[in-house]
């Protein structure tokens, strides 16, 4: 199963287990809202931009999906 969307916002924090991520919140074409957090990486997408990942722990982004975000656990609503 694979989720994504435009990001509608972006949110560092710490989990409990003392990991660093990032939430992306993103919206889809249906309007249903979805979350998943990713490691912080030296090139991140912004607000705005478009996001997608599939069951793997990696999330593409950008122009030919050329950019990785290795993603933390699973996504959620």
């Known amino acids: 199963m694979s989720g994504g969307g435009r990001i ?3 949110l560092p924090l710490t989990l409990e287990d003392g ?7 993103v919206i889809n074409r249906y309007q249903d809202e979805t979350c998943v957090y990713a490691k912080p990486a ?3 997408p ?3 931009e478009s996001i997608w990942w ?4 990696v999330i593409w982004w950008g122009p030919n999906d050329e ?3 290795e993603k933390v656990g699973f996504s959620f609503q």
């Open 8 to 10: 509608i916002e972006k």
């Open 67 to 69: 950019f990785r975000l």
């Open 54 to 57: 599939g069951s793997a722990q």
């Open 19 to 25: 990991r660093d991520v990032i939430r992306y919140a």
């Open 42 to 44: 030296d090139r991140e």
């Open 46 to 48: 912004k607000e705005g």
